[in-house]
């Protein structure tokens, strides 16, 4: 069973920095793009970054220069983080890791998980 295990998010004041991790568990995997996105109240989910295998990484227009997502692979662990500068109120949101995965049975799509989802709040 594939998941998302994330930490990092916490309250942090205007201006702040915070990390936010990621590890996609649950055995040998074939990762196809791993991201965040976000929500926040009232709003629908929305993508922050996303970081293909293979590739350009893709950013939202709102966090372009702030943010920086990366990816770092050791042995079979993967893990993406999402650096986040110059926090502002808006960006106050529960993050969600996002992966998506190859299915290694022949002609199967990708499939795709979510992490549970870690709060970020952002004070003037």
């Known amino acids: 069973q594939v998941q998302l295990v994330e930490s990092g998010g916490g309250s942090v004041q205007d201006g702040g920095s915070l990390t936010l991790s990621c590890v996609p568990t649950?055995?040998?995997?074939?990762?196809?793009?791993l991201g965040w996105y976000r929500q926040a109240p009232g709003n629908e989910r929305e993508l922050v970054a996303l970081?293909?295998?293979?590739?350009?990484?893709?950013?939202a227009d709102f966090v372009k220069g702030r943010f920086t997502i990366s990816r770092e692979i050791a042995g079979a662990k993967n893990t993406v983080y999402l650096r986040m500068n110059s926090l502002k109120p808006e960006d106050t949101a529960v993050y969600y890791c996002?992966?998506?995965?190859?299915?290694?049975?022949?002609?199967?799509?990708?499939?795709?998980?979510w992490g549970q989802g870690t709060q970020v709040t952002v004070s003037s």
């Open positions: 996002y992966g998506e995965f190859w299915d290694p049975r022949p002609g199967a799509p990708p499939y795709d998980r």
């Open positions: 970081k293909p295998t293979r590739g350009s990484t893709t950013y």
């Open positions: 649950g055995g040998i995997l074939s990762i196809k793009a």
